[in-house]
């Protein structure tokens, strides 16, 4: 596996991507996403230049922070448990995956507690699967205005995990929406904000190895790339 092949393979259809779509491609963060890989594997990439990643466990978060560099951004892009929080809150960049009120209540008391500001996105399940977590795409506004209202608590924008494909052109109108709810939700509401700051980048975390390309397209701010990077997973094997 020759992962600094893969990452560069990835930032070239990224770019064009970003070509066909009239955007800027350092407007797009790879995402790594490392999980169920070993440190060895995660060093390699961080060689090849890249700073940020994502893993869905709390468990392995702690155990890798330790082992790599420092400036290294890590995500938390999976569904986390509220008595969680606490071990992460200080040493993720970004958690991907709010999708209550009662997650949102505890960020805020954990953040406010660690003397940290947490970024946060809130997951939509745009294709309302039954299988997926998110909130419902009528939910999510409520969620937002909960949740923007926190102390200790930036909500940067959103998240969505589209369903599993071949066909990533069947994706598309997932990502369409998503991004349409950035703009009816979080814009309307940064507009309307009198604090005097500028208005922040309002991020859309969308897109995986199966259709990142499409997701870039569509104004994906961070796509989320294992697979494609690091090849395939083995749940076999615990490390
Ligand atoms: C595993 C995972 C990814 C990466 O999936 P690939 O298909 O391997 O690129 C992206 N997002 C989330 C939330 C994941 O759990």
Redesign the pocket.
């Known amino acids: 596996m020759d992962i600094a092949a893969n990452i560069a393979q990835v930032e070239e259809n990224i770019n064009a991507a970003c070509e066909r779509a009239g955007r800027n491609a350092s407007d797009v963060t790879i995402i790594a ?1 490392s ?1 169920t890989k070993p440190v060895s594997a995660l060093q390699e990439a961080y060689d090849a230049g890249c700073r940020d990643f ?1 893993e ?1 466990k709390v468990q392995e978060i702690m155990d890798k922070y330790d082992k790599l560099p420092g400036d290294i951004r890590w995500h938390m ?2 569904h986390l448990q509220t008595n969680k929080v606490k071990y992460i809150i200080d040493k993720v960049y970004m958690i991907h995956s709010v999708d209550s009120i009662k997650l949102a209540d505890v960020i805020s008391k954990e953040a406010v507690k660690h003397g940290v500001t947490a970024k946060i996105l809130l997951e939509v399940n745009v294709a309302e699967e039954e299988s997926k977590f998110g909130t419902d795409s009528e939910e999510v506004r409520a969620l937002y205005e909960h949740a923007a209202s926190l102390p200790g608590i930036e909500v940067c924008g959103l998240m969505t ?1 589209a369903p599993y494909t071949v066909d990533p052109e069947t994706n598309r109108q997932y990502f369409v929406v998503l991004r349409q709810l950035s703009v009816d939700i979080i814009r309307q509401n940064k507009d309307n904000d009198n604090s005097g700051h500028p208005l922040d980048k309002i991020e859309l975390s969308m897109g ?3 259709d990142y390309q499409v997701a870039a397209e569509e104004g994906a701010t961070m796509v ?5 990077i690091f090849g395939e997973r083995d749940y076999s094997v615990t490390n």
Do not use: A, L, P
Request: proline share 0%; no cysteine; glycine share 34%.
């Open positions: 996403v999980k994502g869905n892009i999976g995990v995986m190895t199966g989320r790339v294992g697979t494609g």
